[in-house]
T-cell receptor, first 111, second 112 residues
Framework: EPEVTQTPSHQVTQMGQEVILRCVPISNHLYFYWYRQILGQKVEFLVSFYNNEISEKSEIFDDQFSVERPDGSNFTLKIRSTKLEDSAMYFC?????????FGQGTRLTVV | DAKTTQPTSMDCAEGRAANLPCNHSTISGNEYVYWYRQIHSQGPQYIIHGLKNNETNEMASLIITEDRKSSTLILPHATLRDTAVYYCIVRPAGSNTGKLIFGQGTTLQVKP
């Protein structure tokens, strides 16, 4: 299965701090996605990214969030000022053909 | 996106076939049925997808009824490592097909 790599696997940050979560999709992925999963809850779509711009975003993806793919390989999710409720697993996904392949996630803990 | 209904949980004996049902009675003509699974907070893993014909790959088989209102994912010889939450998702064909709307899924427990 095409591998999507996420770093770090676990990040602890203080409330109000900025965090950047990183993802390295496979080079021939066309679409890229971020999802999150709060402990015990469903996996939720955040944003999709195509051709260096956001193609769709959910209500969760407010002004505190941003994404970019600055160098053609890394795909990042930035949270500007973290809140306690941002604590969750964050999954990156890349799309090949019609299937999306997920990374193993970053566990973000906001304290 | 069409809504899906799955049982909350199921058990299966190791080595036996696991048959996971999914109802999607409001599916429209251009929507595919996708199955993903999530093993203990790992990233969701793609299993299989189909439109109207039955599909088989190295992981599983997908049986879609003729009216397309329901489907069954079959794991032919379940192992302990198949214990996971299984998600049935329907979504339109199209370029942005990576966007997935996850429900609660079926928690499959494979027992020795």
């Amino acid at each position: 299965e095409p591998e999507v790599t996420q770093t770090p696997s676990h990040q602890v940050t203080q409330m109000g701090q900025e965090v950047i979560l990183r993802c390295v999709p496979i080079s021939n992925h066309l679409y890229f996605y971020w999802y999150r999963q709060i402990l015990g809850q469903k996996v939720e779509f955040l944003v999709s990214f195509y051709n260096n711009e956001i193609s769709e975003k959910s209500e969760i993806f407010d002004d505190q969030f941003s994404v970019e793919r600055p160098d053609g390989s890394n795909f990042t999710l930035k949270i500007r000022s973290t809140k306690l409720e941002d604590s969750a697993m964050y999954f990156c996904a890349g799309q090949i053909d019609t299937e999306a392949f997920f990374g193993q996630g970053t566990r973000l803990t906001v304290v | 996106d069409a809504k899906t209904t799955q049982p909350t949980s199921m058990d299966c004996a190791e080595g036996r076939a696991a048959n996971l049902p999914c109802n999607h009675s409001t599916i429209s003509g251009n929507e595919y049925v996708y199955w993903y699974r999530q093993i203990h907070s790992q990233g969701p893993q793609y299993i299989i997808h189909g439109l109207k014909n039955n599909e088989t790959n190295e992981m599983a088989s997908l049986i879609i009824t003729e009216d397309r209102k329901s489907s069954t994912l079959i794991l032919p010889h379940a192992t302990l490592r198949d214990t996971a939450v299984y998600y049935c998702i329907v979504r339109p064909a199209g370029s942005n097909t990576g966007k997935l709307i996850f429900g609660q899924g079926t928690t499959l427990q494979v027992k020795p």
